[in-house]
C-alpha cells in the first residue's frame, strides 16, 4: 500500500516467480516505463482478502471486479480485452460502469483509474 500511497503510475511490483516469465517480464517493465503499473496479481489477490466490513466494492458485479483486478494488475484496456477475450468496448463499458459505481465523476486533475485502483486495493 505505501508504494500505491501517493500515485500507481511508474510503480511496479513482481514477486520473484512472475519475471520467471521473460514475455510478462518485459511486457510489465514496458508498462511501468510508460508511466501504467505493474503489479503482482498474488499480491493484489492478498490485499484483496483484507478486505474491510464495508465494502465499498460491493456494489460491482463479478465481471467488473475481474475488469478491475486487471486494471490494478497496470493492464490497458487492450490488455484486459486481450486476457478475458473480448471486445474493447466490452471493457470501456466495464471500466465506465465502474467508475459510476464507485462514484468517481470525471475530473480534468485526477485519474479516475488510479483511483478505482486504489481504492480497490484499499478494499
Known amino acids: 500500500m505505501k508504494l500505491l500511497a501517493d500515485s500507481a503510475e511508474g510503480a511496479g511490483y513482481l514477486l ?10 518485459i511486457s510489465a517493465v514496458r508498462r511501468v516505463a510508460s508511466g501504467g503499473s505493474a503489479i503482482d496479481p498474488i499480491i493484489v489477490s492478498t490485499l484483496l ?12 458485479t463479478p465481471r467488473e471486479r475481474e475488469v ?24 470501456e463499458k466495464y471500466v465506465s460502469s465502474i467508475f459510476s459505481k464507485l462514484d468517481l465523476p470525471s475530473s480534468s486533475t485526477e ?5 478505482a485502483v486504489l481504492l480497490y486495493l484499499h478494499a
Open 16 to 25: 520473484k516467480d512472475r519475471i520467471s516469465d521473460v514475455r510478462e517480464f
Open 49 to 60: 482478502s483484507k478486505r474491510r466490513s464495508s465494502d465499498p466494492l460491493a456494489p460491482l
Open 68 to 91: 478491475l483486478e486487471l486494471m490494478a494488475e497496470g493492464r490497458s484496456n487492450q490488455g484486459i480485452a486481450n486476457k478475458l477475450v473480448i471486445s474493447l468496448r466490452a471493457v
Open 111 to 115: 485519474s479516475r483509474r488510479v483511483l
